[in-house]
């Protein structure tokens, strides 16, 4: 069974642009999750999408939006940049009402 | 006051030392509890559940106290290998739907040789 894959892997960016970071779910996984992780601190969670639809967001403004598509994949879009959107970005995936998430190694995205 | 806090750390060990972590949640309503290992540049990957009747998994043990809302994490015989950010999660719900995780920032330990 493949695991939860990230692309791409590095990313920079300049302050203004917008960004995609794409995710591929676990087999068998209908729900998936986005997680920002700033240096030195934990991964903060950003929304959630089942059935293609947002299923919950964290305190992230909207130029963070998402999709998921029919095969469950899904993408983060990052509108006008900030130099405090310099991240680790994680994707974590799984089954729906189950906490059994897998995290793919995530996109380091970095604004300058 | 944040919602998941733990010892930043770091936690410098020798090989062979016991070592414990504790972190407090604020959410009394939060059901589900989990330490995460992370490695550096790495994503942080389930080290194992925790459980109000406390478990143990090989060298490591966890225990969950609700009333205190206080988790802990015990290292013993410590290898090299263990070094790495353990991440206390609880889990959070909105609205009836699945519940997302929610992280501490993470305690640092350095086990030396």
């Known amino acids: 069974e493949t695991g939860v894959t990230q692309s791409p892997t590095h990313l920079i960016k300049t302050r203004g642009q917008q960004v995609t970071l794409r995710c591929s779910s676990q087999s068998g996984h209908n729900t998936v999750s986005w997680y920002q992780q700033a240096l030195g601190q934990g991964p903060q969670f950003i929304f959630q999408y089942y059935r293609e639809e947002e299923n919950g967001r964290g305190n992230f403004p909207p130029r963070f939006s998402g999709l998921q598509f029919p095969n469950y994949s899904s993408e983060l879009n990052v509108n006008a940049l900030e130099l405090d959107d310099s991240a680790l970005y994680l994707c974590?995936?799984?089954?729906?009402?189950?906490?059994?998430?897998?995290f793919g190694s995530g996109t380091r995205l970095t604004v300058v | 006051r944040k919602e998941v806090e733990q010892d930043p750390g770091p936690f410098n060990v020798p090989e062979g030392a016991t070592v414990a972590f504790n972190c407090t949640y604020s959410n009394s309503a939060s059901q589900s509890f989990f330490w995460y290992r992370q490695d550096c540049r790495k994503e942080p990957k389930l080290l194992m559940s925790?459980?109000?009747s406390g478990n143990e998994d090989g060298r490591f043990t966890a225990q969950l106290n609700r009333a205190s809302q206080y988790i802990s994490l015990l290292i013993r015989d410590s290898k090299l290998s263990d070094s790495a950010t353990y991440l206390c999660v609880v889990t959070s719900y909105y609205g009836g739907s699945q519940g997302n995780l929610i992280f501490g920032k993470g305690t640092k330990l350095s086990v030396k040789p």
């Open positions: 974590a995936s799984s089954p729906w009402d189950s906490y059994g998430y897998t």
């Open positions: 925790v459980y109000s």
